[in-house]
């Protein structure tokens, strides 16, 4: 045969072995390289663990990483117009929380982003609880003694939240208006900022996650004195609820989940709705964050979308009544 021929005949063989019958190439499954997530607050967070428990289990079941890219600040604006102006496609993803969903529509007059046109829900992850922790030097251990100390003292007692606009910050404005006292704010970008000023007395209180506080509350560096679940926490058993002590407003449960930017194929939706259902139903996920006071939320997307209406309304209620805004 012609070398001329045999270089047709070569190049024929290798393109039928690499286009389907069709005549169209293949497209490879997805995902087939790393996918990025963006988490509102900095390394170190409590949800930066839980999700790093997941990632985890992710890559041993899709082979491909989950790299987690930290966008603090600005009540998760930041990382949530990140995500609202990537490309469609998968391969990055939002944390998206209790805040930059369902508070932040009603307590900022304008966003650069909206909560149900710039995503695709995926799945919901988890939830918790917080704990209000005061310094040890705060002369209460529970409620009734904190704000009769504050009523003695008025704007000079503060609060941490881990940041402004979201619902550990809300949870003190919620405070202020049922108990009739006056703390001041002082909003950090992320949980660890907050508990390290609480830890060191530069603040009076602060609304945090439990973990966050819990070892240091067992070094006897501050104290717990309600926390906003349902019912006592398995961790702290002998720490009250708001509900127990008389504030039943502040029965907060906060929430992050997993959404897409807006025009994400079903197919992709999809797969990744699967991806994260099956690892937040593994053992190995559940035992871990049960130690860490966090609840496995596995949902479908539509699950996750009528949740988040439902709880943006309770929190348009709940803002409506206490007058807050996000430029206050």
Do not use: C
């Not at 069709?22 to 490879?28: E, H, I």
């Not at 904190?146 to 809300?170: C, D, E, I, L, R």
């Not at 900022?193 to 506080?213: D, T």
């Not at 006897?220 to 019912?231: F, I, M, N, R, W």
Request: aromatic share 8%; net charge positive.
């Amino acid at each position: 045969m012609p070398r001329r021929h045999f270089l047709q005949a070569l190049g024929a063989v290798a393109l039928g072995a690499t286009l389907p019958l069709g005549g169209t190439w293949a497209q490879p499954a997805f995902p087939d390289r790393p996918v990025r997530i963006v988490v509102p607050f900095a390394p170190g967070n409590t949800l930066d663990t839980a999700l790093r428990v997941v990632a985890e289990v992710f890559k041993q079941n899709t082979g491909q990483a989950l790299v987690i890219d930290s966008k603090p600040g600005g009540s998760g604006i930041i990382a949530a117009q990140a995500v609202a102006q990537a490309a469609p496609d998968g391969y990055t993803l939002l944390l998206s929380n209790t805040s930059m969903m369902t508070i932040n529509p009603h307590t900022f007059g304008k966003l650069p982003y909206d909560p149900e046109k710039s995503f695709r829900s995926v799945s919901n992850f988890l939830g918790t609880s917080m704990v209000m922790a005061v310094h040890s030097s705060v002369p209460a251990n529970n409620l009734a003694e904190f704000v009769a100390w504050t009523k003695a003292q008025p704007g000079k007692v503060s609060y941490a939240s881990f940041t402004a606009g979201n619902s550990s910050h809300f949870s003190g404005v919620i405070l202020n208006q049922r108990a009739g006292i006056d703390m001041t704010h002082v909003p950090f970008n992320g949980t660890p900022p907050a508990v390290q000023n609480l830890v060191g007395g530069q603040v009076n209180a602060a609304f945090l996650p439990l973990l966050a506080v819990k070892p240091h509350w067992e070094a006897g560096k501050v104290k717990v004195l309600a926390v906003t679940s349902p019912q006592r926490s398995a961790l702290m058993p002998g720490v009250a609820t708001f509900k127990e002590q008389g504030y039943p407003d502040l029965e907060i449960y906060i929430w992050a989940a997993i959404s897409a930017p807006a025009g994400t194929p079903d197919a992709v939706i999809g797969r990744l709705n699967t991806e994260f259902v099956k690892a937040l139903q593994s053992p190995e996920v559940r035992e871990k964050w049960r130690a860490m006071d966090f609840e496995t939320l596995p949902s479908t997307p539509d699950e996750l979308s009528r949740f988040m209406a439902a709880d943006s309304k309770r929190w348009a209620e709940a803002v409506r009544i206490s007058g807050f805004k996000a430029t206050e």
